[in-house]
């Protein structure tokens, strides 16, 4: 089935977005090329206000896919990033695509056990790592083989050494960027791998239906699914941004890349659609309103997408400040509920419609969207993009599909559902269909004009500040400890949008609760994001009749009593 002209969300869109996309006959490598060609001397990057032009971009990826080759890195080898916002991620990311090989992308704040269990799944031996994570990567156990890791110290990329980076005083300063500038032991510097000139042009490219990159995602089984991403995938979602942001422009766009890039939502964002716009990729290594309107001054932003809070934070700031966000004409959000004040709010101060998008990683990741025009409907995700098709199926009964308006599992197909996921058939199985329908696992109802609302999430992920959290991941950790006898994790809605992770645990006979010490506990092992923000012990967790612990019976029992 096409999204053609005769699907009822189509006369919704934006006057001029096609129904249907030209679908990529080249790979992601190609685009960038094209796109070097093209911009030349125009900015591609800015860092703390040094700015890189796509010619610099396009040989410090030539010179880093050259350094790849000679550490022994081969089309079809996995490549671990494990970086913040920054040129080196975007040097990096097309370095081991320009070999032929497949992006690994990590959260640099993960831990050494977070890290373990992904880099078992896909094997990667090559690992280019922010040198505040190599550590982590350092304190893995020997059977985790790792040939080489890249370290990357941020502060080269600087365009000096400043107080508001370091926070150090001045009298430190110098004293002290030796120290900081020091490779992290054992590792490669990052200026190493460019010093060995450029690939040859004639070493193979990929082509459109290679793998391009593996992207976690956390399922109901609590241990994270490699997504796997083909070049056509990646692609396919960068033309489906640029056909909904009518009237963006070449060279004159300003993305601010707020969100990670190691997310789905920042690759594609900032590394494909930004870089086939051949706008300037504003990069920040974190969130920080000062830090964006700081940069506000010099390059007003275009393109600005978020999640609610980010949003929220970003508008308070400006309105304190007077500091103008008229420029600010493109701006998306997701991972979460958009409330309707935060809509306010944004519009209040931007100069342009604030709209909801969703999407998942199976999806490179975007699927539905709110049009940039007065047919956008707050507190949906829209409807579906070009060339992309959804139905919703019965809960009960998955032969049929629902009448508008009655509830089901949002179903999607299109150019930039995934490939399945990395090592693991029963789960793909389970994921797609055998006639290539994506199965989201979000509980929605649409209305007669295609726009969809998300009534539940079947998969029980837990998202706070637009990211997963697996509740089996957070219980497995809490079990860990010797009070523990179980434990149960689940989200409690916010009033600005997003949940806060929270934890339900039956302790063992004779222990008592000791929340700070539990939280402790939990942040040796997980991420800042995941830690339950409050543990409650209960004297016996709900059970089904085989012994699962009944989530939903866990929310409706601790929730009214926080």
């Known amino acids: 089935m096409e999204n053609t002209d005769q699907q009822p969300w189509v006369k919704n869109y934006q006057p001029g977005v096609p129904a249907e996309i030209e679908l990529p006959t080249e790979s992601l490598v190609a685009m960038l090329e094209r796109s070097v060609a093209e911009a030349g001397s125009a900015p591609a990057l800015e860092f703390f206000g040094r700015r890189t032009s796509y010619t610099e971009l ?3 990826i030539d010179r880093a896919a050259e350094g790849l080759r000679r550490l022994g890195v081969r089309a079809g080898d996995r490549v671990a990033l494990i970086l913040p916002n920054c040129p080196q991620h975007v040097i990096a990311f097309y370095a081991v695509l320009r070999v032929g090989a497949v992006v690994v992308e990590h959260n640099p704040l993960y831990t050494s056990r977070e890290l373990r269990h992904q880099f078992e799944d896909h094997q990667a031996r090559v690992v280019i790592t922010w040198d505040k994570a190599a550590a982590a990567v350092r304190d893995f156990p020997s059977d985790v083989e790792i040939d080489h890791v890249v370290s990357v110290n941020l502060l080269e990329a600087f365009p000096a050494v400043k107080r508001l980076a370091l926070n150090l005083p001045v009298k430190k300063l110098r004293a002290s960027r030796a120290a900081l500038t020091a490779p992290a032991p054992g590792t ?3 200026k190493e791998l460019l010093s060995h ?7 193979p490219r990929p082509s459109v239906d290679d793998l391009a990159a593996i992207q976690y995602t956390s399922g109901t089984t609590g241990r994270p699914k490699g997504a796997m991403l083909s070049h056509f995938n990646l692609y396919s979602n960068a033309l489906q ?11 004159k766009e300003v993305f601010y890349a707020i969100l990670p890039m190691f997310h789905a939502f920042g690759m594609t964002l900032y590394l494909t659609y930004g870089i086939r716009k051949q706008g300037l990729l504003v990069l920040f290594p974190k969130f920080d309103p000062d830090l964006v309107l700081d940069a506000m001054k010099k390059s007003p932003a275009t393109v600005y997408c978020a999640v609610p ?3 929220e934070r970003t508008a308070m700031a400006a309105k304190e400040k007077g500091i ?6 493109y701006c998306i959000s997701g991972a979460m509920n958009l409330p309707d004040h935060v809509v306010e709010l944004w519009e209040s101060v931007s100069g342009g419609l604030l709209v909801e998008g969703y999407g998942m990683t199976e999806s490179s990741p975007v699927a539905l969207g709110n049009p940039f025009h007065p047919t956008r409907r707050n507190g949906t995700i829209g409807v579906p993009f070009p060339s992309t098709t959804m139905k919703v199926l019965d809960l009960h009964d998955p032969t049929l599909e629902v009448a508008p308006g009655q509830p089901g599992e949002l179903l999607l197909k299109g150019p930039q559902v995934f490939q399945g996921y990395w090592n693991n058939p029963e789960e793909t199985a389970k ?4 006639d290539g329908w994506l199965r989201t696992g979000d509980v929605v109802t649409v209305d007669q004009d295609g726009f969809t609302t998300i009534v539940d999430r079947a998969k029980e992920l837990i998202i706070t500040g637009g990211f997963n959290v697996s509740p089996t991941e957070v219980e497995t950790v809490l079990r860990l400890h010797p009070d523990v006898k179980d434990a149960a994790a689940v989200g409690k809605p916010l009033e600005r949008g997003g949940e806060m992770v929270i934890a339900a645990v039956e302790l063992e006979p004779g222990a008592t609760l000791d929340e700070d010490a539990l939280r402790g506990h939990c942040r040796e092992h997980l991420a800042g994001y995941k830690v339950p923000k409050r543990i409650v012990a209960i004297p016996d967790l ?11 019976q866990v929310r409706e029992q601790v929730l009214p009593t926080l």
């Open 309 to 311: 809070p980010i949003y």
């Open 188 to 190: 490669i510097p990052w």
């Open 241 to 251: 941004g640029e056909a909904w942001m009518q009237g963006a422009e070449y060279r």
């Open 197 to 203: 000139g450029r690939i040859a042009p004639e070493h």
């Open 324 to 329: 103008s966000l008229r420029t600010c004409k």
């Open 58 to 60: 396009g040989e410090q």
């Open 431 to 434: 994921t797609l269909t055998a």
């Open 542 to 552: 709900p059970r089904s009749m085989l012994g699962k612990i009944l989530r939903k």
